[in-house]
Every structure is written in structure tokens, then in C-alpha cells.
């Protein structure tokens, strides 16, 4: 498994790696799960897919699916099992910190079903809302109360089964071993990563891709509208930034999510922490060889 904050390098790492061993890639993104958004998202381009096989992409269909981690897990797990069983190496690409930890240490809410009549209405509430609900109904609960998509999850899961939400947090280790890569650069290097990737992400046709999401009816508060480069691009299409000011507004959301997710990932002690320049592919393929 390749973790790391934003913008890092994890999506060439795990192509290059599963390419050199003969493997596949499962990629733990909420929100490259979905179809028609692939700029902001950052899918992985047409020619690593062209060369090796992705999973964990482009399950869900936004205008009218909201992707779960309990969607993610059914994805995965079958997809992973399946490698393993014909002897096929499994590279994981993990970004989105709730959806790797759900795969690599069982820990999930998947014992209650998504409801999706409950969700839609669910949806609708502002963030504030949502949250306050959740802390009048377990006022211990621990999650992201910036991210409505989780609220309405724990929404989900405390109106079924009540309170409190950790006693429904499954922990049911996989059956097959993992071992954690994590990629990190100075702040400096993540920085310019990050700026060039969002210019790029604007010149390829990040504001025309949301326009059309909007016209083929993906709701404008879908979880991956209301996430990085799209929440920013929405705010222009609405004219409350200029073209101009796009690439630095993602940039300063994208920073702060990099440190989000570095310090999240920083706390799984059993992470191997390279540099991401220069390239660590090779020092990972050696490890691995000198493992076997």
C-alpha cells in the first residue's frame, strides 16, 4: 500500500510499482469512485489504465449514487481476492484516510445498510445542521464534522442503531497481509507540486467537466461537488471568484488537506516513510525483493 498527503506522486508510485510486479491496482479514493469527474478527482491517466488493471475506480455514477465505504469494501475486497487467488500482487493507492484504514484494518460502519430515501433527504441539510445533530445524538462521537458526506453517514448509522457511534465500528482485520509505503517531501516540494497540478487541473477543463456534471443532473451538493477543485470551480461558475483566482483558492483547500492527511497518516507507526523525490520506486521494489 502507497499512502501520503495530496499531490505526492502515490498515483505514478502505484502504477509503476504494480507495473514492474506483474500486479493490478486497487485505488482507495472517495472520490475517484465516481464517473464523469476525473480532472479534479485526479483518475489515473488513460495510458497507466491502458497497462495495468484499476479497481476501485468509477463504480458509482453521481447523479444518482453516492458512494460508501461499504460500496468501496465490497469493491475492493472481491477485487483483491480475486488477484490473490490466481497469484496476481495487489498494490493499493490510499488517499482518502477513512477508506484506507476501513480496508487495511477492517475498521468500518458497514453493519448498518445505506439508506438511500434517508440519505437524500440527509443531503439537503447544511453542514452546521448535520453536525449538530450528530453531537445531540452521541456527543462523543469522533469523526470529521467539516465533511457532510461523513455526517450523514453517522446520521445514518446512529438513527438506526443509537449511540454511541464507536460500539458500531467493526474491526475485522483481512485476511491478507499489508504492508504500508508512505511518500512525504518537504512542505516546500508539496507546495509546488500542488500549484503546478492545480493550474494544470484548470487548463485541462476543470470548470467545462463541472458545468456538464451539473447539466447531466449530478446534484450540486453531491459529495464530490462539494469536495477539492470542484467546490472552488462551482464558486466560480457562480461568479464568486474569478477564473483568474481558481488555481490559488484549490491550492490554499489542497494545502490544508496535504497536512490533513499527512498527520493522519503519520499515526500508523508500521509506515515505511520515504522521500518522494527522488523517484522511491526503485528503493520499494528492493525492499520488497529482499523481503521475499
Not at 489504465?49 to 455514477?61: K, L, M
Not at 508539496?190 to 497540478?197: D, F, S
Not at 458545468?211 to 449530478?218: D, I, S
Request: hydrophobic content about 40%.
Amino acid at each position: 500500500m502507497v499512502v501520503g498527503p495530496t499531490g505526492i506522486g502515490k498515483t505514478r508510485a502505484a502504477f509503476e510499482l504494480a507495473k514492474a510486479l506483474g500486479g493490478e491496482v486497487v485505488v482507495a479514493d472517495s472520490r475517484q469512485a465516481y464517473k464523469r469527474l476525473h480532472i479534479a478527482t485526479n483518475h489515473p491517466p488513460d495510458q497507466y489504465r491502458s497497462e495495468v488493471r484499476y479497481h476501485g475506480i468509477e463504480f458509482a455514477d453521481p447523479v444518482s449514487e453516492v458512494a460508501s465505504v461499504h460500496d468501496f469494501l465490497r469493491v475492493a475486497g472481491a477485487a483483491i481476492a480475486g488477484a490473490l487467488e490466481h497469484g496476481v500482487p495487489v498494490v493499493v493507492e490510499g488517499g482518502s484516510m477513512l477508506w484506507v484504514d476501513a480496508l487495511t484494518e477492517g475498521f468500518n460502519l458497514a453493519g448498518v445498510a445505506p439508506d438511500a430515501d434517508r440519505r437524500r433527504g440527509l443531503r439537503a441539510l447544511p453542514t452546521e445542521e448535520l453536525a449538530g445533530r450528530v453531537r445531540r445524538l452521541d456527543p462523543d462521537a469522533r469523526l470529521d464534522f467539516r465533511n457532510p458526506a461523513r455526517l450523514v453517514r453517522a446520521l445514518e448509522v446512529l438513527e438506526v442503531a443509537g449511540p454511541p457511534l464507536d460500539a458500531h465500528r467493526q474491526r475485522r482485520p483481512p485476511p491478507w497481509p499489508v504492508r504500508r509505503v508512505g511518500l512525504e517531501a518537504p512542505i516546500e516540494v508539496i507546495e509546488r507540486r500542488l500549484r503546478a497540478r492545480c493550474r494544470e487541473q484548470v487548463e485541462r477543463g476543470l470548470l467545462a467537466e463541472t458545468r456538464a456534471a451539473l447539466e447531466a443532473g449530478v446534484p450540486r451538493d453531491h459529495p464530490v461537488l462539494t469536495g477539492i477543485g470542484y467546490a472552488e470551480a462551482l464558486a466560480c461558475l457562480e461568479g464568486e471568484i474569478s477564473e483568474q483566482a481558481l488555481p490559488a483558492s484549490m491550492l490554499r483547500t489542497n494545502r490544508r488537506y496535504a497536512k490533513r492527511q499527512l498527520a493522519w497518516f503519520k499515526r500508523h507507526l508500521a509506515t515505511t516513510w520515504l522521500q518522494a523525490e527522488p523517484d522511491p520506486v526503485p528503493i520499494i521494489l528492493r525492499s520488497l525483493e529482499a523481503a521475499e
